[in-house]
């Protein structure tokens, strides 16, 4: 069993920076993918950012890229999404999700596991 646990979250003027952080335990995950996905009040859940089971291959939304920077440190299980710029539509509750393949993808359907989100706030 997989269990992933954000953290980080919190309220932050536009313009500001925030660091998220996703911790895995339950078994080793150093190879599978792992992305990070939104949903803002009212919407459907999007596709955020992923990276690969080597942290080699990254992949954004169009809406975040040169802003977030996805990242990982396979020593501490965990998963990091650098977020700066921010602005107000990047309001949503944030979930970090893992996935049992290599390859990172949008479609948040291939993601097994997530964790139970974390709250971002940007104010304007």
């Known amino acids: 069993q997989v269990q992933l646990v954000e953290s980080g979250g919190g309220l932050v003027q536009a313009g500001g920076s925030l660091r998220l952080s996703c911790a895995a335990s339950g078994r080793t995950y150093d190879t599978w993918a792992m992305g990070w996905f939104r949903q803002a009040p009212g919407k459907d859940r999007e596709f955020v950012a992923a990276?690969?089971?080597?942290?080699?291959?990254?992949y954004y939304t169009e809406s975040v890229k040169g802003r977030f920077t996805i990242s990982r440190d396979s020593a501490k299980n965990s998963v990091h999404l650098q977020m700066n710029s921010l602005k107000s539509e990047d309001t949503a509750v944030y979930y970090c999700?893992?996935?049992?393949?290599?390859?990172?993808?949008?479609?948040?359907?291939?993601?097994?596991?997530w964790g139970q989100g974390t709250q971002v706030t940007v104010s304007s």
């Open positions: 999700a893992a996935r049992n393949a290599r390859l990172p993808i949008a479609r948040s359907d291939d993601y097994a596991y």
């Open positions: 990276t690969s089971g080597s942290g080699t291959i990254t």
